[in-house]
């Protein structure tokens, strides 16, 4: 995590130059808000699928940095007054308080826009057809039906009481869909079928809502300064989770089960699955 984590602040630290002219407060907050900070769980899952595959680990990185732009354009603007009001990420200011709230807005929109120019790059991929598939998983995992969609629903969910089966179809689009598309961008840089990918299909989507379950644990018992952020907004915000809905036992239990149900999708490859194998147990026992 550590090593993928440096990789990708390479990378943007070499992707996003700060230009002499009157851009350079926009680079600047794009810079602040994706270099040094964050777990970098979905640039991780990308390039660990890919190492299962045997993927050329530059193109890896490129599409890791693309992901993890669309991620972190996602904190930028959820941060903002209008969303969540949030003033602390990775333990520093937010975009909008750095830089102001106009200048927040346009980074996120850049980075939602770099995420894609870079997968349509030929650096990243020879093949187009590879290159449009990356594009469409992306697309499809950010937009109405993944992402975004999902924090409508949350925000919904802030008018409306949720129920289970709510809370988790809006988690599997808020969270899961991005962390499921990180596995299959993996796959479809490994050049994998779509019929191939059930196994990998089933571990990422098990995988992203144990992350989740988990975020509500540590969100309701954690630690604000281990976190980098503030916690328990949901609870004050008198918001369904999974923990609310659950109990702290059972959600910690669900969470186990998911946990082990994702590894076992993982049961038709060996040991160069390893990694992905200890990805899914430690969403369980991190701390932040």
């Known amino acids: 995590m550590a090593d993928v984590a440096a990789a990708i602040d390479r990378r943007f630290d070499l992707l996003l130059p700060v230009p002499d002219d009157g851009r350079a407060e926009l680079y600047s907050c794009m810079r602040?808000?994706?270099?040094?900070?964050?777990?970098?769980?979905?640039?991780?899952?990308?390039?660990?699928?890919?190492?299962?595959?045997?993927?050329?680990?530059?193109?890896?990185?490129?599409v890791a940095a693309a992901v993890e732009a669309i991620h972190v354009y996602s904190l930028i603007h959820d941060d903002l007054?209008?969303?969540?009001?949030?003033?602390?990420?990775?333990?520093?200011?937010?975009a909008h308080k750095a830089f102001g709230e106009a200048t927040a807005i346009l980074a996120g929109d850049c980075l939602h826009a770099l995420a894609f120019e870079w997968l349509a790059d030929p650096d990243t991929h020879p093949d187009p057809f590879v290159r449009a598939e990356l594009v469409l998983e992306l697309a499809?995992?950010?937009?109405?039906?993944?992402?975004?969609?999902?924090?409508a629903l949350d925000l919904a969910a802030g008018r409306t009481p949720f129920?289970?089966?709510?809370?988790?179809?809006?988690?599997?689009?808020?969270?899961?869909?991005?962390?499921?598309?990180?596995?299959?961008l993996g796959a479809i840089l490994g050049r994998v079928a779509p019929e191939g990918r059930t196994g990998l299909r089933g571990y990422a989507h098990d995988l992203g809502l144990a992350f989740q379950i988990a975020d509500d644990?540590?969100?309701?018992?954690?630690?604000?300064?281990?976190?980098?952020?503030?916690?328990?907004?949901?609870?004050?915000?008198?918001?369904?989770?999974?923990?609310?809905?659950?109990?702290?036992?059972?959600?910690?239990?669900?969470?186990?089960?998911?946990?082990?149900?994702?590894?076992?999708?993982?049961?038709?490859?060996?040991?160069?699955?390893?990694?992905?194998?200890a990805l899914a147990r430690f969403v369980v026992e991190r701390d932040r």
């Open 32 to 62: 602040h808000a994706a270099i040094g900070g964050g777990k970098r769980l979905r640039p991780l899952l990308v390039c660990a699928t890919a190492e299962l595959l045997a993927v050329d680990r530059d193109a890896a990185e490129r």
């Open 81 to 94: 007054p209008a969303m969540d009001d949030d003033d602390l990420r990775h333990g520093k200011p937010t």
């Open 140 to 151: 499809r995992a950010s937009g109405p039906t993944g992402m975004a969609g999902g924090q």
């Open 163 to 184: 129920d289970l089966s709510g809370v988790t179809r809006l988690q599997q689009m808020k969270t899961g869909a991005l962390i499921a598309a990180s596995v299959e």
């Open 217 to 277: 644990l540590l969100d309701a018992e954690g630690d604000e300064t281990a976190a980098g952020k503030r916690l328990r907004k949901d609870a004050q915000a008198g918001k369904a989770t999974f923990l609310s809905l659950l109990g702290p036992e059972r959600a910690r239990e669900q969470c186990r089960m998911l946990t082990e149900q994702a590894v076992q999708h993982l049961h038709s490859f060996g040991a160069e699955a390893d990694l992905l194998r």
